[in-house]
């Protein structure tokens, strides 16, 4: 048994590439225990990838590291044991039922009382009288539960979920995520990987990754305060007509609309407020400082990364 | 009417034009398919062409000599010379008679009698016994024919005899284990080998394939199984669904066409089920290599037609060329219906049995080891 720790995940340097395309690129990322940790990042920014390498089903080009003090390079195995890997598809036997999915799962990790835990797991996902259900017959969300459930039943101590709420609707999204810090409470780690802002507010932390690069990470509040960016709200009509006047004006890094205001960034403080100011001297538009969203942030870091590697 | 004058129009030709498009751009990038396209015709033109002959020629025999003579040297000679028959053994006991035709190391066995020279120059019409394997009729009928001449040109050049007119000796062919040539006591046992091959390879061809494309395989390997116990919990469960075919045909081949079973019935299930996991460790193994459902089941197709017909359940084996012989030797198929046949038709035993059980071990351990270590344990 490896060094207990309070450091779950701690990787250097990983790299992988396929058929020559690098898709995860030197990132590095330490994951305290029993936090949940939000993995964020555009389509196709290596996520995924860098999941699968933690828990040993890719191995890296280069760069090492522990999971849950467990060499990923060597001690897959032992990962396997101890970590729950929630796929981004659904990968349950849709043509085996609820009961007979957790039976399955509960019998190849070993645990004593295979049917017993399946049963007690049902009632913890309030499936009780759906357990004789094909999984192909349940609806995203339940599936999405019954995945989870699946992965916490043999009481690891990581969880890596990829996209778990992709396509769920928004209730069954904020009940999953009321799961996921109860569980976190009860001392797991969990890394998980998404798209949705709001989730990323509900994490503890937060990594942002583009292009196979590790942008930032912290709080949401570290991440918002280290992008050093000026944000203003401007209200008005004809709102639109503003955005294209100040798209790609220097000084102005993001401009987008927000509801019925716009959102108006940039990284230079003085910048930002000289290429505003012919705008401001109106009456037509009403302007006021904003703190940036974590969506401003994250937009302005993809589009500055995208200038460096591309 | 009106899908004459769709066919009419020029919205039809445009989408039919865009689908046939489509299609050949899928069909350039499934590079299994496309070998199948070249490969099934030119292996079907060069085993139907080059390796099948139903006339088999060169058919091992073995002889036993009772007497040395001249007369019988003469005989033999005369018999080798009809091309159906090539003398690979010579045999010294009558045990060893009967032990080279049960073991299937020869088709036909001749024996010379003692005191056949003489008896033939007194004229008194001695036999020449020569037992067959009919197992297979179509093997050994054409070769029995050419037998019947024998007896009247053998000895047309031998001097010091007596009046030629007639036969000087007659010979006694008996036709074992199938007297009546009856073609059903042959193709039952040969279809359980057949059937299951079929069966067995597609259960388990498929059985990786569809967890990888279903996306299941990703969790699976997430999870403490090693690869070694996937393929077992997998293999387990086929061998009693084979074991069941088998028991079902071999079942109504009794009871409907009287085909007996001579062997032990429990050499037959033992050995009945190391054929079954020999065809299911191969299935995996293609299951494995792969990339997905469709060419898993290519796979099976390609690996099957020469099953069909190399192994001697269509077309007899001891009349292909050697080359095809040593592809045959490397089927499963082939193995299997000596294994049966010999069981069923002649009584045979472990004994005579025990290269064709090597073999289907060897096979098996083969297709096991590319399994396991061509299972991708990550999905790098």
């Known amino acids: 048994m490896a060094v207990q720790s309070d450091i779950a995940i701690d990787v250097h340097g990983l790299t992988k590439s396929f058929d020559g395309r690098v898709v995860v690129r030197d990132l590095s990322m330490q994951v305290k225990r029993g936090t949940i940790y939000g993995f964020l990042g555009p389509n196709g920014s290596g996520k995924t990838t860098t999941i699968r390498m933690l828990c040993g089903l890719l191995t890296p080009d280069s760069g090492e590291g522990t999971c849950l003090g467990y060499d990923i390079r060597t001690e897959a195995d032992e990962i396997k044991r101890h970590v729950g890997y929630m796929t981004q598809r659904f990968s349950l036997y849709q043509d085996l039922s609820v009961r007979e999915n957790l039976e399955f799962v509960a019998r190849i990790y070993g645990l004593n009382a295979p049917v017993k835990s399946a049963k007690e797991m049902i009632a913890r996902l309030g499936l009780t009288g759906r357990e004789e259900q094909l999984a192909a017959q349940l609806s995203g969300g339940w599936k999405q539960r019954l995945a989870l459930g699946a992965c916490t039943l043999p009481s690891p101590q990581l969880l890596l979920l990829d996209e778990p709420t992709a396509g769920v609707d928004p209730k069954a999204r904020r009940e999953f995520w009321n799961e996921i810090h109860a569980l976190a409470n009860d001392g797991l780690t969990v890394l998980v990987s998404t798209h949705y802002m709001d989730e990323a507010e509900r994490c503890h932390e937060i990594a942002y990754i583009a292009y196979g690069e590790l942008l930032t990470h912290g709080t949401v509040e570290q991440v918002v305060e280290q992008s050093n960016l000026t944000t203003y709200n401007v209200g008005g009509d004809d709102l639109q007509k503003l955005l294209q006047a100040l798209e790609g004006k220097p000084g102005i890094d993001m401009v987008a609309p927000f509801g019925a205001s716009l959102h108006v960034s940039g990284r230079d403080e003085k910048k930002l407020e000289a290429a505003i100011k012919p705008f401001r001297d109106g009456k037509k538009y009403n302007w006021s400082r904003a703190e940036p969203s974590l969506e401003d942030v994250f937009i302005e870091l993809m589009n500055r990364s995208k200038d460096n590697f591309r | ?380």
């Open chain 2, 1 to 380: 009417m009106s899908w004459l004058g769709r066919i009419g129009s020029s919205g039809f030709w445009r989408r039919a034009k865009a689908m046939l498009v489509k299609e050949f751009i899928q069909l350039r990038r499934d590079r299994v398919s496309f070998a199948m396209i070249v490969m099934i015709p030119i292996m079907q033109l060069i085993l139907f062409g080059y390796a099948i002959n139903t006339t088999p020629r060169n058919l091992p025999t073995a002889v036993l000599l009772q007497e040395t003579s001249d007369v019988g040297r003469t005989i033999l000679a005369a018999i080798e010379r009809t091309g159906y028959f090539k003398i690979t053994h010579r045999l010294a006991s009558v045990e060893e008679f009967d032990r080279v035709l049960a073991s299937g190391e020869v088709l036909f066995a001749i024996e010379i009698p003692a005191g056949f020279e003489r008896a033939l120059r007194r004229g008194d019409m001695p036999a020449l016994l020569v037992a067959a394997d009919a197992t297979d009729p179509v093997g050994s009928s054409s070769a029995l024919g050419a037998l019947n001449r024998i007896a009247q040109v053998a000895l047309i050049n031998e001097r010091m005899l007596p009046d030629q007119t007639q036969p000087l000796f007659e010979i006694r062919a008996h036709a074992r284990y199938n007297p009546a040539a009856s073609s059903s006591l042959n193709i039952v046992p040969g279809l359980v080998g057949t059937i299951l091959t079929m069966t067995m390879l597609i259960f388990t061809a498929l059985s990786v394939t569809r967890e990888v494309e279903r996306g299941t395989m990703e969790s699976l390997l997430s999870m403490p199984i090693s690869p070694l116990e996937i393929m077992v919990g997998k293999i387990i469960p086929y061998i009693m669904v084979g074991f069941t075919q088998a028991a079902l045909i071999i079942g109504f081949g009794v009871l409907l066409f009287g085909v007996p079973i001579l062997g032990s019935l429990l050499l037959l299930a033992l050995l009945s089920t190391l054929f079954i996991a020999t065809n299911l460790s191969i299935g995996y193994s293609f299951s494995t290599v792969a990339q997905n459902q469709l060419q898993a089941i290519q796979m099976t197709f390609m690996f099957f037609l020469p099953n069909i017909l190399l192994s001697g359940f269509m077309f007899p084996f001891a009349g292909m060329p050697v080359w095809a012989q040593w592809v045959g030797e490397a089927l499963p198929l082939t193995h299997y219906l000596r294994i049966v046949r010999s069981i069923m038709l002649k009584g045979s035993g472990f004994i005579d049995l025990q290269y064709e059980v090597l073999a289907l071990f060897a096979l098996m351990l083969v297709a096991m080891t590319i399994a396991v270590t061509r299972f991708r344990r990550t999905l790098d």
